[in-house]
């Protein structure tokens, strides 16, 4: 198949599918606002994209349109098959054994040429993660660049909260899959980033800043130079140009975009990816994940807003910085997973690769479920306290 053909259905299919989920998962089931019910619906997409669904009910097709290269693949195969049987054969009929030499040798370098041009379509199809996430982090970052008044103390607890809830997931990474301290501080990096708030004041903003500088400087170091450079340029960028304001006719836009359709795509051509075979320890990971690390990067912001918010933070329950400075946080994870895969950081066909996506994504969705909760018991504690003067600002 045509690797630009493939490259297209890839992406409508991602697309197409995530809109629909999202708007069954939004509308009749989770009753999440846009944002959380497209970040849904695209890793369900994933999910059934990938080799879970698509890939159970139709190998061929999941094989073909998914993974790529199946034909040049399949074909390379079959001629190593049947060389040594030619060569038998065109030895017991009397040809030379130059001449046998030469056809086997160049039977050899088809095959070869084969199996180049499926390495090629596979990594062309491999690109529309790159592809979705960078579109997605520029329209979310165009999209964050109203005018903010940026804190230092609020950057500086977003950059601690960000170390203490990386390094929570790092050491459930290393202790659960056995990684390498690089392989396991980049997945880390990738949880520590999705603190980042799509809205609010700016205070979350600054706060998601420093968070975010410390998910850029993880995916730098330890998964490709370009891939936290490139997210550092985007989300500069939307800064600079502080053009979109979410309030007018182009930000809603610019949201709904970003939100319906780029950040459903990229979660779904990421998970999509990922393999089945997760080992005992990777099961571990997921169910910790999206169990356990939350909870921990719910602490750490807690723990850095009384660091450096002068102690503001004792006169406000926990959930309040749930709410304050996690709107948000799942889209951005997903966009940098999207990133790390794009950069080969994280290999999403391994056993260890495919545990670290299926956890980001789990991660992000329990976030997203648990969120109207977290605003509902806000609600609710701001109607018992009324006029008590502990109401969260």
């Known amino acids: 198949m045509d690797p630009g053909l493939a490259l297209m259905v890839r992406l409508v299919a991602a697309i197409g599918v995530s809109l629909a989920l999202s708007l069954m998962v939004g509308r009749w089931v989770l009753r999440l606002d846009r944002r959380g019910a497209g970040l849904v619906g695209g890793v369900c997409a994933g999910v059934a994209l990938g080799p879970f669904v698509l890939g159970g009910l139709a190998p061929g097709v999941h094989a073909e349109f998914m993974v790529g290269g199946v034909r040049q693949a399949s074909e390379a195969a079959l001629i190593e098959a049947r ?226 918010e002068g102690g503001s933070a004792t006169s406000r329950p926990l959930s309040t910085w749930l709410v304050r400075f996690g709107r948000g946080g799942a889209g951005w994870q997903v966009l940098l997973l999207g990133l790390a895969v794009a950069s080969g950081g994280i290999d999403p066909r391994s056993a260890d690769g495919a545990a670290m996506v299926y956890a980001i994504a789990g991660s992000a969705v329990v976030g997203e479920l648990l969120r109207p909760g977290a605003y509902r018991a806000m609600r609710r504690f701001r109607q018992d306290h009324a006029g008590s003067g502990v109401t969260p600002r």
């Open 83 to 308: 060389l040594p049987r030619e060569g038998d054969a065109l030895a017991a009929s009397g040809v030379s054994d130059v001449a046998v030499s030469e056809h086997v040798a160049a039977e050899r370098a088809r095959a070869e040429g084969l199996r180049r041009e499926a390495e090629r379509e596979r990594s062309i199809l491999a690109s529309g993660a790159a592809a979705m996430a960078a579109s997605c982090g520029l329209l979310a970052g165009v999209g964050l660049g109203r005018p903010a008044r940026l804190s230092v103390r609020a950057v500086l607890s977003g950059c601690v909260a960000g170390v203490i809830g990386g390094l929570a997931a790092a050491v459930a990474a290393k202790t659960t899959l056995g990684l390498s301290i690089s392989d396991a501080a980049l997945f880390g990096a990738v949880l520590a980033g999705g603190a980042l708030s799509w809205c609010g004041g700016a205070g979350s903003r600054a706060y998601g800043l420093g968070a975010m500088a410390v998910a850029a400087f993880g995916l730098s170091v330890f998964g490709a130079l370009w891939a936290g450079v490139a997210l550092a340029a985007l989300w500069s960028l939307g800064l600079v140009v502080r053009a979109v304001d979410s309030e007018t006719a182009a930000g809603g836009v610019a949201r709904i975009s970003a939100e319906m359709i780029l950040v459903p795509a990229c979660a779904a051509l990421t998970v999509s990816l990922a393999g089945t075979d997760v080992s005992t320890g990777g099961a571990v990971l997921i169910v910790l994940v999206c169990v356990l690390v939350g909870d921990a990067r719910l602490i750490a912001m807690w723990m850095a807003a009384n660091l450096f």
